[in-house]
């Protein structure tokens, strides 16, 4: 099972604290990385052992478009590890139905079911149905199916009382009998703090006659999960989630009943700001990092360091580079001004080659780290290794942005000061990503859509 | 210069094993060169290239003009150092390129006369452009400017004219690359032109050889454009005969498997093909059992790697079919993953090439690959010919062997 101990258990916020399990282990705050179709964006295997982010989150419903589901048949005591190719001493896996990042409108759920989307079109799925996968693909943690309308807000009263109901009766099956699972629970109640507040007092009562036989030993609910997510997605589609003192106020409403022990996690932040912000005033222990990584797509190296040194004060500095901007190409200069150990700035000198004949006799090139210019070439030129080089060095530069915050936090510093200096020194309205991804826009449009589509010849 | 060092010969076929050094390396022939056309073999790193066995790739010259252009390779100190490959690296003289993608390109004596696809201006690319920009790109092998007319052509007089004309482009390139200072990093190859016509291959040939101390390596130019297999190979093994036996000898334009081999049996010690990297985007992955297209709902199940016994990454980590039929098209990493398999293939047939020419054992290395290859689909009648003019049979001692006398490639 799955560990997790906070450094000062009566800390709530900010704070830091460890993930334990097999062997991997994981410092909170921490970042977590998305997948597509199970795969980190374009990141082969051999890349992405290369990168340092531990824990993937895998949403699910792509692989409904097979019935089975294709990795419900992996054979092998880690199926879900071993299809998707992540090595079990190095990688934890949790796994959503669906992808919390999606936020498109989709048929309403059923009192039984998810609606899920998948590229042949909607399937719904059952409890049942989630718990089976669940067990026979075995990821490391289950987000249990929550009830997110993703019909047109807003939503009634009645409308987010089915939601909660919902979600805790499914997580009730989840929980009863079988063994046990690293659980993580969707925080329902959408935007209406005494809904957060009502579902989260639901997850802690005890629990009575047949319920409790259902889930026997555990004395309520939430003795059997491990902690708790918030997806900002629902919540963007009717509140401005920029606003952030109403986030953390829902965000809050939900921990106020919960012990402060559990593993609080963020999906779908916006920035690093945004993810400060949450350590600050919420205590949160882990974010996902797919701004990070869309950065990437659209052709932004990131260069920011936290916390900003002392010396070095630039009011309202870009988060990073939007290679496609013409003078990069003379710039020999590295991924970021910060140093950088990612496989992009500082490549892994390859000591063994594959040998193909008793001539073949491996002589390994000293490496030169991939420059700006280079990158920006290829953005040109629709090479799709400009993305695969900007995920390592983006996720890399996201890494030491955690590093940097655990080691204030461990320090005793003072936080608060830090991330206001941090907050100052960076734009956080991101404007350098939305200008990379109008050029890359009108790149994509001029070689047709899609990632795949423009590598045509 | 070059070093090339023959170090055995098949006892059958015009076969041969050797070492090629150049200033970043050693190459060990016969090889198969990936295609890196803008820098970049397809999403790939350098690193992981080198960690795939390779040693030698090719950058297309007309593309690197465009884009980045000679200035800022020059500021990056050459292509190598751009495209951070440190390895050998083959540049093609971009007149190719210039044919097939450009509106208008008009031959002339003086050289190809094309729009700019910048600025839309009349731009001229002479032989000693060409020597200019390839030296400029930093290629250790570098290619002279031919006149490339396509081996479909019906007209002999055009043939004709390319070919002498590809001669005296070759004594302009010579000419401009010793005076360069360059010729003791970078090595020109010459290529051989005269269509389909072996009267005119015969005579390229005796105009080109003639030049053998200014070049340090013969490509066979002008296939590969539609023409028929036998009459292909044919070509090929006219070339190879006479080419001078200390220089290497490049195929241009070859990917198939079978292709290699046979041109392999028939002397060639170099080829390189768009085909595995291409085929592997679109889901094709090559495998000593024929091509595995990955996009079939059959292989939706399929928990097998593409190949067991492969050594690349995507193999060896165990990486499914099942896997790669959910995302390949989709994501970026899927083509990444097909790709890498596809050049270890390519890597793997010339690799147990030169083993089995060293081993004495390349005729038996044929067999067994035609019949794991083609058992299905039938052996090509056209290598069957091919091999056959080498002194091996693949017919011989099975009478139940299938021949397949078309022309495709076998398909998945
Ligand atoms: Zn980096
Ligand atoms: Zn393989």
Excluded at chain 1, 370 to 396: F, K, Q, S
């Amino acid at each position: 099972m799955l560990s997790f101990t906070l450094a000062a258990p009566c800390a709530r916020r900010p704070r830091t604290g460890t993930v334990r399990l097999r062997g991997v282990i994981e410092k909170t705050p921490a970042a977590m990385a998305t997948t597509s179709r199970g795969v980190v964006p374009h990141l082969s295997r051999d890349q992405y052992n290369r990168a340092h982010i531990p824990w993937v989150h895998i949403p699910f419903e792509s692989f409904l478009e097979n019935n089975p589901p294709v990795p419900t048949l992996q054979p092998g005591p880690f199926p879900l590890h071993t299809f998707l190719g992540f090595d079990p001493d190095a990688h934890i896996l949790s796994l959503s139905l669906r992808d919390p990042a999606d936020g498109r409108e989709t048929p309403a759920n059923g009192a039984q079911y998810v609606a899920a989307s998948t590229s042949r079109g909607v399937r719904r799925v059952t409890v049942a149905d989630w718990r089976g996968h669940v067990h026979a693909c075995k990821p490391d943690i289950v987000v249990a199916m929550p009830d997110i309308p993703w019909t047109n807000p807003p939503f009634s009263q009645k409308r987010t009382t089915k939601s909660i109901e919902r979600t805790v009766s499914w997580l009730a099956h989840l929980l009863a009998p079988d063994p046990p699972l690293n659980i993580l629970v969707h925080m329902a109640g959408g935007v209406n703090e005494r809904a957060r507040r009502a579902f989260a007092q639901s997850l802690v009562e005890p629990l009575d006659g047949l319920e409790a036989a259902a889930v026997k030993p555990l004395k309520c609910l939430d003795d059997g999960i491990i902690g708790y997510t918030f997806d900002l997605v629902p919540l963007r589609r009717e509140i401005d989630v920029e606003d952030a003192d109403k986030v953390s106020a829902l965000l809050q409403s939900s921990l106020e009943p919960l012990p402060p022990t559990k593993l609080r996690v963020v999906i779908s932040v916006v920035s690093p700001h945004q993810i400060l912000r949450l350590i600050r005033d919420v205590g949160i222990d882990l974010f996902d990092v797919k701004w990070a990584q869309d950065a990437a797509n659209v052709g932004v190296s990131l260069d920011f360091v936290f916390p900003v040194p002392q010396d070095d004060s630039q009011q309202g500095r870009d988060l990073g580079h939007n290679l496609y901007r013409s003078h990069y190409a003379h710039d020999f200069a590295s991924l970021s001004t910060a140093a950088c150990t990612c496989n992009a700035c500082a490549p892994v000198v390859i000591k063994n080659a594959i040998s193909h004949s008793q001539l073949d006799a491996h002589i390994a090139s000293a490496p030169s780290g991939y420059t700006r210019a280079y990158i920006h070439h290829l953005l040109h030129t629709h090479e799709m290794g400009a993305h695969a080089l900007l995920v390592l060095h983006n996720l890399a530069v996201v890494d030491k942005f955690f590093d940097g915050i655990r080691a204030v936090l461990a320090r005793g510093d003072d936080f608060t000061a830090h991330v206001a200096a941090f907050a100052a020194q960076y734009d956080e309205s991101l404007a350098i990503v939305n200008e990379a991804r109008t050029m890359w826009k009108e790149v994509d449009v001029a070689r047709g859509k899609g990632r795949i589509a423009r590598e045509r010849d | 210069m070059a070093k090339f060092e023959v170090l055995a010969k098949c006892h059958t076929t015009r076969a041969r094993v050797s070492r090629l050094t150049l200033s970043h390396g050693i190459t060990p022939l016969p090889t198969f060169m990936p295609v890196a056309t803008q820098a970049a073999i397809k999403g790939l790193t350098a690193q992981q290239m080198e960690s795939l066995g390779v040693t030698l790739i090719l950058n297309n010259t007309y593309h690197l003009n465009l884009r980045p252009g000679v200035q800022i390779l020059g500021e990056a100190g050459g292509a190598h150092k751009f495209q951070g490959w440190h390895k050998n690296l083959l540049t093609d003289s971009g007149g190719f390129q210039l044919v097939s993608l450009s509106k208008f390109t008009k031959i002339t004596e003086q050289g190809a006369l094309f729009e700019s696809p910048f600025t839309g201006e009349p731009t001229m690319l002479t032989p000693e452009e060409s020597m200019s920009i390839q030296h400029a790109i930093g290629g250790d092998i570098i290619m002279q400017l031919d006149d490339v007319v396509s081996s479909m052509t019906p007209d002999r007089a055009r043939v004709e004219e390319a070919m002498e004309r590809s001669v005296r482009w070759l004594d302009r390139c010579i000419t401009y690359h010793n005076n360069s200072g360059k010729q003791t990093t970078q090595n020109l190859f010459a290529i051989v032109q005269g269509g389909l016509d072996s009267e005119l291959r015969d005579r390229c040939l005796t105009q080109m050889i003639e030049r053998k101390n200014d070049v340090a390596g013969f490509a066979i130019g002008g296939l590969s454009g539609g023409e028929e297999k036998d009459v292909f190979w044919r070509i090929v093994k006219q070339c190879a005969e006479r080419l001078p036996d200390d220089r290497p000898r490049y195929c241009m334009g070859i990917g198939f498997a079978e292709d290699l081999l046979v041109c392999v049996a028939l002397g060639v010690d170099m080829a390189d093909c768009v085909f595995p990297t291409r085929t592997a985007r679109f889901g094709v992955a090559l495998t000593h059992r024929g091509p595995v297209n990955l996009r079939l709902a059959k292989y939706a199940y399929d928990f097998e790697p593409i190949d067991p016994d492969c050594p690349c990454p995507t193999c060896s980590a165990g990486t499914s079919r099942a896997m790669l039929y959910h995302v390949i098209t989709r994501e970026t990493a899927a083509a990444h993953a097909v790709t890498m398999h596809n050049i270890v293939f390519q890597a793997r047939v010339m690799g147990g090439a030169r083993d089995a020419i060293l081993n004495g054992t390349f005729p038996d290395y044929l067999r067994t690959f035609f019949a794991n290859y083609f058992a299905d689909f039938g052996y090509p009648q056209w290598c069957v010919n091919a091999l056959r003019s080498v002194g091996v049979d693949l017919l011989e001692g099975d009478s139940k062997i299938k021949v397949n006398k078309g022309t495709g490639a076998k398909w998945e």
